[in-house]
C-alpha cells in the first residue's frame, strides 16, 4: 500500500524534562496502562455478504488467536502468566482476560526508551503483577455494506517497565484502518529521600514508540496532557486500496461509479469513527 509520510501533533505542553535515574525506598508502585481500539473497515454488498465477513472475522480472531497474540505481549513485556481466561459469543465476538506476575529479570538491561518496542524476538523487561485484556465488536451496517470490526485491548503493569514495550508488537498484530491509543501512568513511587514520584521515564508523544514504516503509514494526532501523565493518539490510514476492502466481490467487475460511491462510504465510515462524531452529507477527503 503506498502512502505519504506526513504527520501531526498537538498537546496542552511543549516538553516534558527527562527523568534523572532515582533510587527507590521500595517497590515501584506507579500503575502504567495502554488502552488502545483497532479498527478495520469493510465493504460487503449483500446481506449474506455481511454475514459472511463477519464469519470470517469472528474465526480470525477468535479466542485461542486472540490468547496467541497475549501470550506473545506477555513475553515482550517478560511477563509469568497466572491465569487465563478466554470466551467466544454468540452470534460473535470474543474476550481473553490474563493475569501475568512477575518473571525474573533478563540478562539484558533494564530500560524504558522512548523509541519503539520489539517485535517478540528479545525479552529485555520485566513487570511484577497486573493484567491484559482483549474484547473484540463485529458489527455491520443494516443498509450501506460497511461492516467495521473492533479490537479493545488494555495492557496494565505495576512497576518499572512500561507497555509501550509491546505497542508496536500489538499494532503489527492487527490489519488496523484506525487506531486509538490511551498511555496513562497513574500513582507515585517514593525514593529514598522520601520524595514522590509521578512518573519515572521519559515520554514526549506515544507516537516515539512507534516503529517508522508503521507511522509513514498513518496520519496521526496527539492530544497529550503531561501535567497528569495522560498521552492520547489517533491514527488513520492515509491512503487505501479499494480491493483490499471488498468482500466477496472484486473491483474489477464494478463500474467507476460504483467504486467512487464505495470508497466515499468507506472513508466516510472511517472519518467519523476518527473524529468520534457522525458527518452528514460527502466527506472530506
Known amino acids: ?35 488502545f481500539n483497532i479498527y ?14 463477519i ?8 479466542s485461542e488467536r486472540l490468547t496467541k497474540i497475549l501470550v506473545e505481549v506477555a513475553d ?14 454468540e452470534p460473535q465476538g470474543a474476550s481473553v482476560t490474563m493475569l501475568i506476575s512477575e518473571e525474573p529479570i533478563k540478562s539484558q538491561k533494564l530500560t524504558n526508551p522512548e523509541a519503539p518496542g520489539p517485535l517478540p524476538d528479545a525479552v529485555v523487561a520485566h513487570l511484577d503483577k ?11 451496517h443494516p443498509d450501506n455494506g460497511i461492516s467495521t470490526f473492533r479490537a479493545d485491548i488494555d495492557v496494565s503493569t505495576c512497576g518499572r517497565v512500561s507497555p509501550l514495550r509491546a505497542l508496536n508488537f500489538l499494532i503489527h498484530s492487527f490489519d488496523s484502518d484506525i487506531v486509538i491509543m490511551d498511555y496513562r501512568v497513574r500513582g507515585f513511587t517514593r525514593d529514598v529521600k522520601g520524595r514522590k514520584h509521578y512518573i519515572d521515564h521519559k515520554i514526549n508523544s506515544i507516537q516515539n514508540f512507534i516503529a517508522k514504516d508503521t507511522s509513514q503509514k498513518y496520519q496521526m494526532i496527539d492530544v497529550n496532557v503531561y501535567q497528569e501523565n495522560l498521552f492520547h493518539t489517533k491514527m488513520i490510514l492515509k491512503e487505501f486500496d479499494l ?15 460504483e ?9 466516510k465510515e472511517m472519518l467519523e469513527i476518527f473524529y468520534g462524531r457522525n458527518v452528514n452529507g460527502s466527506p472530506v477527503s
Open 1 to 35: 500500500m503506498k502512502v505519504s509520510t506526513r504527520s501531526s501533533k498537538s498537546g496542552l505542553a511543549t516538553h516534558v524534562k527527562p527523568i534523572k535515574k532515582i533510587k527507590l525506598k521500595d517497590f515501584n508502585n506507579l500503575t502504567k496502562t495502554l488502552s
Open 40 to 53: 478495520d473497515i469493510c465493504y460487503a454488498k449483500t446481506k449474506q455478504q455481511r454475514l459472511e465477513y
Open 55 to 62: 464469519e470470517y472475522i469472528d474465526e480470525e480472531y477468535n
Open 76 to 89: 515482550i513485556i517478560g511477563a509469568s502468566i497466572l491465569n487465563v481466561a478466554h470466551q467466544d459469543y
Open 130 to 140: 497486573s493484567h491484559i485484556t482483549v474484547h473484540t465488536y463485529p458489527e455491520s
Open 243 to 257: 480491493d483490499d476492502y471488498l468482500f466477496g466481490v472484486d473491483g474489477k467487475d464494478l463500474k467507476p461509479g
Open 259 to 267: 467504486q467512487k460511491k464505495i470508497r466515499g462510504r468507506l472513508r
